[in-house]
């Protein structure tokens, strides 16, 4: 096949113990997944059927990094979440089937440019401005499922400068991961190398240039973000 350029690489993430990659297709992001968190936001945090958004696959990016801080933006918020690699695809998966299509997860920060969102929220548009940037998904190295112990329970914790901010439990997902895999398996036919990212706990708030950030998943993985000049 003769392309008009060359194309671009192919997104993809570092692996544990190993010098493979994992290939992004796509980042499903999964919103107010928290009960504590859609309360601080200023929504009901009833039970009802999941939502997404998505991020480009490039915007996935290896961890530790330096990211410059982004533009267009004063107010830009971490988001600690565990993350899904999806390594079999599939539509209309059974909750009680999700486990077999999952290649691996990891921990990721969900980086928002909170003022472009709640504008967007307020004039009742869509939220890729304030979701969708450039490196807007640093991801720590996946962990294959084989070696993880379980998805249903463990502390999810951030920090910034040392200073803990976020510290939940993926028990405390409204939706768990099998629930919300399968429900969106009903709407888009998930295929190897899909991201999911859970949603994730109370405690977001802004960070700025010269802030590091540090969190993790309990026996998945840990994760460090630079924030660096702008860009």
């Not at 859609?38 to 915007?59: I, L, V």
Request: hydrophobic share 40%; aromatic share 6%.
């Amino acid at each position: 096949m003769a392309y008009v350029f060359d194309a671009p690489p192919h997104p993809s993430l570092a692996v544990q113990g190993t010098d493979k990659r994992f290939p992004v297709r796509r980042i499903f992001c999964v919103g107010r997944n928290y009960e504590a968190h859609a309360r601080e936001m200023g929504n009901d945090p009833d039970r009802e059927p999941p939502f997404f958004f998505t991020k480009p696959a490039d915007a996935a990016c290896d961890t530790p990094c330096v990211l410059p801080y982004p533009p267009l933006t004063n107010d830009l918020h971490h988001e600690i979440e565990l993350v899904i690699a999806i390594g079999k695809g599939g539509a209309n998966i059974a909750a009680s089937d999700v486990t077999d299509h999952i290649w691996g997860a990891s921990v990721g920060i969900d980086l928002t440019r909170r003022d472009l969102q709640s504008e967007a929220k307020k004039n009742r548009r869509p939220w890729d401005w304030g979701k969708a940037f450039d490196l807007s998904a640093p991801i720590a190295p996946i962990k294959p499922v084989a070696e993880i112990t379980t998805l249903t329970q463990g502390r999810i914790w951030l920090a910034v400068n040392g200073e803990v901010r976020q510290d939940g439990d993926i028990s405390d997902l409204i939706w768990p991961v099998a629930d919300h895999i399968a429900f969106l398996s009903q709407s888009i036919t998930l295929a190897a190398g899909d991201i999911v990212m859970t949603g994730t706990p109370a405690g977001v708030g802004a960070v700025g240039e010269g802030d590091v950030i540090t969190g993790g998943v309990d026996g998945i993985a840990t994760i460090q973000v630079t924030i660096g000049p702008r860009a």
